[in-house]
Nanobody
Framework: QAQLVESGGGLVQPGGSLRLSCAAS????????IGWFRQAPGKEREGVSF????????YYADEVKGRFTISRDNAKNTMYLQMNSLKPEDTAVYYC??????????????????WGQGTQVTVSS
């Protein structure tokens, strides 16, 4: 059974950093579009960052460009989201996801069919 297990969330002060990890089992992350989403209280879930399995290019929401970095370690079958210069508005539950029926890259929530359990990131003084 395909699974994604997240870790790395927590409480940090503004300007701090966190690295989220998402370990996959039952399938290889390198073969499919993968990405990170987040959802803050009272807001819609939004795409944060994606990586293409066809060419390895990465994509970022405007709100996180220059601060967040998505990556994939094929040997460990794990994806990461490095978050620097965190702001209070980054506070949300973060989800990793994979689209095993899609090729290339996808920004559509409904094309992602495997999801992590979510990890809370809180940025506060």
């Amino acid at each position: 059974q395909a699974q994604l297990v997240e870790s790395g969330g927590g409480l940090v002060q503004p300007g701090g950093s966190l690295r989220l990890s998402c370990a996959a089992s039952g399938f290889r992350l390198e073969f499919y579009p993968i990405g990170w989403f987040r959802q803050a209280p009272g807001k819609e879930r939004e795409g944060v960052s994606f990586i293409s399995n066809s060419d390895g290019y990465t994509y970022y929401a405007d709100e996180v460009k220059g601060r967040f970095t998505i990556s994939r370690d094929n040997a460990k079958n794990t994806m990461y989201l490095q978050m620097n210069s965190l702001k209070p508005e980054d506070t949300a539950v973060y989800y990793c996801a994979a689209a095993t029926e899609v090729w290339g890259v996808s920004w559509r929530e409904d094309e992602y069919n495997h999801w992590g359990q979510g990890t809370q990131v809180t940025v506060s003084s």
